[in-house]
């Protein structure tokens, strides 16, 4: 199956710092989205991005498919941005989502 | 928007009980749903395919019987953890894709934390 590895698998940020997370996977994708995770363990929905560049704030995502990697940008960063950031690809679009690991963010005040 | 909607949030059990999970698309209908696991400190692992009228689709290597999915209307799916056991303790989450205009999205439930004694 299509593997999905997500980098850095921590990070430490001062508040007010930038940052970019990256989502590399195996194979061809009809959907990738981004994720964040909450303490609580809530998903939001970031983006979806199977290919270009969208902004929605200070979060922005590129993925390149022809080079099957994606990009979530984080500025200027604030502590509740803290949590874990997931991608998540369906290659098939069998409504098969396979998450990466995930990047866990903690921005410190 | 798109809001999925996930009950309990929590749940201790004691061994060999079952325990239900009822996860509803609040505003619009949802003909699949999702249902995941996440270990502590891991990611998602996609448990099943739960499609509305027919039977669920499961992973491998996912336990048909200990978990039995319903989807018995468009916005209702449940997840019935059977003669639960401590390795079945997790985090469980329900998914749903969006409506029309959001249908390439994902949208979660909140969780819920299944505590087996």
């Known amino acids: 199956g299509i593997q999905v590895e997500q980098s850095p698998p921590d990070l430490i940020l001062q508040e007010g710092a930038n940052s970019t997370l990256r989502c590399n996977f195996s194979d061809s994708v009809n959907n990738l989205q981004w994720f964040h995770q909450n303490p609580w363990g809530q998903l939001i929905n970031l983006f979806y991005?199977?290919?270009g560049t969208k902004q929605n704030g200070r979060l922005s995502a590129t993925t390149v498919a022809t080079e099957r990697y994606s990009l979530l940008y984080i500025s200027s960063s604030q502590t509740t941005d803290s949590g874990v950031y997931f991608c998540a690809v369906d290659p098939y679009n069998f409504n098969k989502f396979y998450f990466g690991s995930g990047t866990k963010l903690n921005v410190k005040p | 928007g798109a809001v999925v909607s996930q009950h309990p949030s929590w749940v201790i059990c004691k061994s060999g009980t079952s325990v239900k999970i009822e996860c509803r698309s609040l505003?619009?209908?949802?003909?699949?749903m999702f249902w995941y696991r996440q270990f502590p400190k891991q990611s998602l692992m996609l448990m099943a395919t739960s499609n509305e009228g027919s039977k669920a689709t499961y992973e491998q290597g996912v336990e048909k019987d200990k978990f039995l999915i319903n989807h018995a209307s468009l916005t209702l799916s449940t997840l019935t953890v059977t003669s639960a056991h401590p390795e079945d303790s997790s985090f469980y989450i329900c998914s749903a894709r969006g409506p029309t205009v959001l249908n390439e999205k994902l949208f979660f439930g909140s969780g819920t934390q299944l505590s087996v004694l």
């Open positions: 505003d619009f209908q949802a003909t699949t």
């Open positions: 991005i199977p290919s």
